[in-house]
């Protein structure tokens, strides 16, 4: 990528936003910015992979894959650049990324190791700003999740289900899963799980396929009533 595109895709990402580019070169300069390139089909990285390193992607898209802890259902999605890749992972109890990033085209990225990131955190008040508020966003967004108003119908419920378990709450997503799996996860049977996914499908918001769901706009799920 030309230096004044990789600086502007740079500064699309949350964690340099507020930075100029004389901060960027300054942090070049001092740090370690390994740009790489994945080929479509390349997994960059993997399920239960330690994370030593922050990725970004500059350029490009990729599927997100996001197994349940016993493999019985799986969601793909779809993530577009600029997005930075799980950075909450970095720190903390678990360091372990939580899902499968996979090239769909040939895509551009930036890797930034753990001890260039503390340095960059040191350097740059900005740059440390942007993580701590990254991560605390995405604690903030879990906690909110359990003071959400009960679903009130069984498609709410349902709906509720996909969107917890997807990374982005708006795009295309592929959830593989069986019907008796959704029953259990929503505490209802299989048959009324069933009529619940056939009025959705009726309203367009669904396709329904053998063992696997297909949701063109999450977004548009879970602004519907269900």
Do not use: W
């Amino acid at each position: 990528m030309p230096e004044n595109r990789i600086y502007n895709s740079l500064l699309a990402l949350p964690l340099f936003l507020g930075m100029s580019r004389n901060d960027l070169q300054q942090a070049a300069g001092q740090t370690r910015f390994d740009f790489r390139k994945a080929s479509k089909g390349e997994t960059i990285v993997a399920e239960g992979e330690l994370c030593t390193h922050l990725y970004f992607l500059l350029d490009g898209e990729v599927m997100v894959k996001t197994e349940s802890a016993d493999h019985s259902y799986s969601i793909d999605e779809k993530i577009q650049a600029p997005e930075t890749f799980q950075s909450e992972r970095i720190f903390g109890l678990y360091p372990y990324f939580t899902h499968t990033y996979t090239a769909l085209h040939d895509c551009s990225l930036l890797c930034i190791a753990k001890q260039d990131v503390m340095k960059l955190a040191t350097l740059f008040d900005i740059f440390r700003i942007n993580l701590l508020n990254l991560i605390s966003t995405q604690s903030q967004k879990h906690s909110l999740r359990t003071l959400q108003t009960p679903p009130k119908s069984l498609e709410e419920r349902i709906t509720r289900f996909f969107e917890a378990n997807c990374v982005s709450p708006t795009g295309e997503k592929t959830i593989h899963i069986k019907m008796r799996r959704i029953a259990e996860e929503v505490n209802d049977s299989r048959l009324n799980v069933s009529r619940a996914l056939n009025r959705l499908q009726s309203q367009g918001l669904i396709q329904l396929f053998r063992e696997r769901i297909h949701i063109q706009a999450l977004e548009k799920l879970t602004n519907s009533k269900g």
